[in-house]
């Protein structure tokens, strides 16, 4: 995507591939990171080849592959780190974000401000609402930027986010995706947590979970 000198950069980092997303604002050299999952020295060299600084990281949710290059991009920068309140306890504990299950033990530097529903994340012309959209995780997060939603591990192409971990709820993120992202324009592209983009309206004619 490219609009008012704004471009959305795709970065598939970590073990599970997850997909971190940089939107920077190449008029006022300012950037925001969503989901910066592993592999900070990338996701930064990649900021500064742009020539911008980096405002601020959005984690859609709490667990260890969105979470993992957190502290190094909070030393590295003055970044401001955001989360959901339902989700923050999982920054700092690893036993929440699933990191000791892998021997990795990740601790993230706690949130700055926590998000909520309604909400607007705005660096220079970058402007993204926050849409609670709970059942991944209760504090799992949507952000609608103009005609492009990023989706978290709520919505995948075809798929949804897994709800079999401790406090998941396979209802409730059913219900997230009918009455609060399926109600979106149905042109509108989704960039999900992990995969290929989608739009709205591919998902509400082809996902075999809606």
Do not use: W
């Not at 006022?28 to 080849?49: F, H, M, R, T, Y």
């Not at 103009?146 to 396979?170: A, C, E, M, P, Q």
Request: net charge negative; charged share 25%; glycine share 8%.
């Amino acid at each position: 995507m490219e609009e008012k000198n704004i471009v959305i950069t795709p970065i598939v980092v970590g073990e599970l591939d997850t997909n971190c997303y940089i939107i920077s604002d190449l008029d006022n050299k300012i950037a925001i990171v969503i989901d910066p999952g592993d592999e900070g020295e990338i996701i930064l060299s990649e900021i500064n080849s742009k020539g911008c600084k980096l405002d601020s990281i959005i984690n859609t949710h709490g667990h260890m592959d969105h979470i993992g290059a957190n502290r190094f991009l909070k030393e590295k920068t003055s970044c401001k780190l955001y989360i959901h309140e339902f989700d923050a306890e999982m920054l700092t504990n690893p036993d929440k974000n699933l990191s000791i299950y892998s021997g990795r033990n990740i601790v993230s530097p706690e949130a700055d401000e926590f998000l909520k529903e309604g909400d607007y994340i705005t660096a220079g012309n970058i402007s993204m609402k926050v849409i609670h959209t709970p059942g991944h995780s209760p504090g799992s997060v949507s952000l609608l930027f103009g005609d492009v939603i990023f989706s978290g591990d709520t919505l995948f192409k075809k798929s949804i986010g897994r709800t079999d971990f401790l406090n998941s709820d396979y209802n409730q993120i059913i219900t997230s995706i009918k009455k609060k992202l399926l109600i979106i324009d149905g042109q509108t592209v989704v960039y999900p947590g992990h995969g290929e983009e989608t739009t709205i309206s591919y998902e509400k004619n082809n996902n075999p979970f809606i």
